[in-house]
């Protein structure tokens, strides 16, 4: 059964007794919980999975140069950790969220593993050339204003080869307020993240890495450079025919990769 509740102005879904050893899910740039739909209803652990701020039924706002951002963002997580006393959990990331789970890591101690899907770790200086593929569209995921036809041309840059999925990812970033996009690359440019390539190649926390080979935003070959000691199974998980979305696209897949890593960190 799901669950579903409002605090500290965030949409919340859960599944279960969350308190421990739960699978805590955090969207993408301009998406929602929604995306992580068939994780909720399958997955054999407590789940959690919320709508960031300004994202989907989450709380929107005026004053939000310091919540529409990464630090902004993983505060919002942390928030949600201490209302629902949780502890021994997993952060699961999908693009934006991925950093977001990084960043928060470190300073959530009750963090036993890191699963991410879509996300390039940053580093410092940020190496945009590389981590994204040459792709003019991905301007959109950075602008305040997005009219319907390119929203939709960002949903299908998502998913490789499936009009209905973009079709209700268009509606999510439709439905998210454009702030979020705006504030989110203005923050980088002020320097508001942390140096995630070096977190990954120093912590001790195992990393679980999917991406698609249909991938058209985030460039597989940089995540293969980086230097991750602690790579599960010291191996990224390639999805055939899947795009920037494996947990919609390939769920079957996807779920199944991410039993066994929960598997193996909670074991």
Same mark, same amino acid.
């Given at each position: %059964? @799901?669950?579903?509740c409002h605090?500290?102005?965030?949409?919340?879904?859960?599944t !279960?007794d969350?308190?421990?050893?739960?699978?805590?899910?955090?969207h993408?740039?301009?998406?929602?919980?929604?995306?992580?739909?068939?994780?909720m209803?399958n997955?054999?652990?407590p789940?959690m999975?919320?709508?960031?701020?300004g994202?989907?039924l989450?709380?929107r706002?005026?004053?939000?140069?310091? @919540?529409?951002? /990464?630090?902004?963002?993983?505060s919002?997580?942390?928030n949600?950790?201490?209302?629902?006393?949780?502890?021994?959990f997993i /952060?699961?990331?999908?693009?934006l !969220? !991925?950093?977001?789970?990084?960043e928060?890591?470190?300073?959530? +101690?009750?963090?036993?593993?890191?699963f991410?899907?879509?996300?390039p770790?940053?580093?410092?200086?940020?190496?945009?050339?590389?981590m994204f593929?040459?792709n003019?569209?991905?301007?959109?995921?950075?602008?305040?204003?997005?009219?319907?036809?390119?929203a939709?041309?960002v949903? %299908?840059e998502?998913?490789?080869?499936?009009?209905?999925?973009?079709?209700?990812?268009?509606a %999510?970033?439709?439905?998210t307020?454009?702030?979020?996009?705006l504030?989110?690359g203005?923050?980088?440019?002020?320097?508001?993240?942390?140096?995630?390539?070096?977190?990954?190649?120093?912590?001790?926390?195992?990393?679980?890495?999917?991406?698609?080979?249909k991938?058209?935003?985030?460039n597989l070959?940089?995540?293969?450079e980086?230097?991750?000691? +602690? /790579?599960?199974?010291?191996?990224i998980?390639i /999805?055939?025919?899947?795009g920037h979305?494996?947990?919609m696209?390939?769920?079957e897949?996807?779920?199944s990769i991410? @039993?066994?890593?929960?598997?193996?960190?909670?074991?």
């Amino acid at each position: %059964m @799901i669950s579903n509740c409002h605090v500290h102005g965030l949409n919340v879904y859960y599944t !279960g007794d969350i308190k421990k050893r739960a699978l805590v899910f955090i969207h993408g740039n301009s998406l929602n919980s929604k995306t992580f739909q068939s994780q909720m209803e399958n997955l054999p652990f407590p789940v959690m999975a919320f709508d960031l701020p300004g994202h989907g039924l989450s709380d929107r706002y005026t004053d939000f140069e310091n @919540i529409y951002c /990464l630090p902004g963002y993983v505060s919002a997580l942390k928030n949600l950790v201490a209302e629902f006393g949780m502890s021994d959990f997993i /952060l699961a990331g999908h693009s934006l !969220g !991925g950093h977001i789970a990084l960043e928060a890591a470190e300073e959530l +101690n009750q963090t036993k593993g890191l699963f991410i899907f879509g996300t390039p770790p940053i580093g410092i200086p940020p190496e945009m050339d590389k981590m994204f593929l040459p792709n003019p569209n991905i301007a959109h995921l950075f602008s305040k204003d997005i009219s319907e036809s390119d929203a939709m041309t960002v949903g %299908m840059e998502f998913v490789f080869n499936n009009q209905t999925l973009a079709a209700d990812l268009k509606a %999510m970033i439709l439905n998210t307020d454009g702030n979020t996009r705006l504030n989110l690359g203005a923050s980088i440019g002020k320097g508001q993240f942390k140096n995630e390539k070096e977190f990954v190649s120093k912590t001790n926390l195992p990393i679980g890495i999917v991406q698609g080979n249909k991938e058209t935003l985030v460039n597989l070959e940089y995540i293969k450079e980086l230097s991750i000691p +602690n /790579l599960w199974n010291n191996k990224i998980n390639i /999805l055939e025919n899947v795009g920037h979305i494996p947990q919609m696209e390939n769920a079957e897949k996807f779920n199944s990769i991410i @039993i066994d890593f929960c598997n193996s960190v909670f074991s």
